[in-house]
DNA sequence: GATGGCAGTTGACTCAGATCAAACGGGGCG
DNA sequence: CGCCCCGTTTGATCTGAGTCAACTGCCATC
């Protein structure tokens, strides 16, 4: 856990240029409401490993992921952790209704996020319903993957869930860097397992069995589809 | 899969009469804006076992529970399923982005609905921000719920998930009906095991663990706690 | 008050994945 | 270069929950 490095650009930032608009909730905002969104919202990176909030901590502030992934988790109260979601570029974090997180994020190589108080923002929505219903649009879309999510932890076997991981996580850059078979896994092994409900031996012995058929290949950090449709079958199934 | 009995009062209901309203998304609605609702949404009775709607349908309503309970799921191909939650009275069913229901609800008993038509609801949210938080809260409170679901999927034994599942239905029924430590089980054991990712026996087998320890008791169509402190124990480990 | 059916329970056995333990391997550093 | 560290892989063994099968008991129907 190394110390942040606060505050990149002060500032500083364009939200009109940002990377991630088209994918973020500042997609619905006009030309001229940007503008005040600017004023709004800061840049922050954080270092490999540094916590972004935790869970059961006041809510201060929300963010819009610039750059980096996130883990998103929840502990048992003996250590037992499940991943509930990687954060991506673009993922937007923070709205609970308790007023405090019900997740923790931690930065998994380092991330940029851009941070806006709860205050200023809930009054910067309060008068932009097509914000709200942007929102409320991503909150629907994470919800459904939720529920995908739970079939998989429920009743899904070890090797389904790993190649139905692998095909999703690859889903998802292709829509942020386009299409490539050769998918980086910035996460452990243990993040995997954590994320599926797994061991970090049994991700580990998955990944060479999906290696020894010729279904995926092993490469530093990260893996490639050597035969996406057999991967595609062995999450259908 | 008796037939449905369509339209029990039809369009004779009191909105500002109904029980569910200062749960349901309606709480947010004024004295005059509950009135325009009125002549939107219509009742509808299903009979034990009926489905509302199936996945991957398309969306035509948006519906309000009522009365009664469903069960919500998700199938895979080959049919293990997926119990994504239960939907009581004041819950509000219906929200995609896909324009296709992302997961089947049918009635457990008999169900009684406030019906929707899509078209007409998103006219009417379309000039109500309040309405529009209001479905937004709610849809963050389902995520919350359902990342925590996640964690007892994906990490807890067969007895914590039971003991929680208990509690947790529970603490829902006392929101609604008020206090009780008996707990009546309108779903089947099936419906408990497809909803904690476990088998029928094994729900079963814990049951009666519980019950031999002294923790519960067993009564026809439901359960009763003896020991809350200890299954809140075996919950929270 | 027999009969059939279905939900739930119980028992015996199996197995997928967990646990425990050891070995591997690549990158950083003295 | 050699050593250590740590994430990962592999192997051996164990076990919690699944599977398969039989049984119970409660209605519902005749």
Not at 50 to 72: A, H, K, P, Q
Not at 186 to 204: K, N
Not at 217 to 235: H, K, N, T, V, Y
């Amino acid at each position: 856990m190394k110390h942040s490095l606060v505050a990149v650009e002060p500032n500083g930032h364009i939200c009109s240029d940002c990377s991630v608009r088209k994918f973020s909730v500042c997609a619905s905002l006009d030309a001229n409401e940007v503008r005040d969104f600017e004023h709004l919202g800061r840049h922050v990176a954080f270092a490999p490993c540094e916590t972004i909030f935790s869970e059961e901590e006041l809510t201060s502030s929300f963010y819009n992921v610039l750059d980096g992934v996130m883990r998103l988790y929840k502990l048992l109260p003996d250590g037992r952790r499940q991943i509930v979601g990687f954060a991506l570029p673009g993922d937007f974090l923070g709205m609970n209704i308790s007023g405090r997180h019900n997740f923790s994020a931690d930065a998994i190589g380092p991330v940029i996020v851009c941070q806006f108080p709860k205050a200023a923002f809930a009054r910067f929505i309060e008068e932009k319903p097509h914000l709200l219903r942007r929102i409320n649009e991503l909150a629907i879309r994470e919800l459904s993957q939720a529920r995908d999510h739970m079939v998989l932890l429920g009743r899904r076997s070890a090797e389904e869930k790993v190649a139905t991981f692998l095909l999703c996580w690859r889903e998802r850059l292709i829509l942020l860097y386009g299409p490539s078979n050769t998918v980086p896994l910035p996460m452990s092994r243990q993040d995997i397992a954590d994320f599926l409900g797994l061991t970090i031996e049994t991700v580990s012995r998955t990944f060479t069995k999906l290696e020894r058929d010729r279904i995926i290949e092993i490469i530093p950090g990260g893996i490639s589809f050597l035969d996406l449709a057999r991967a595609e079958a062995l999450a259908a199934a």
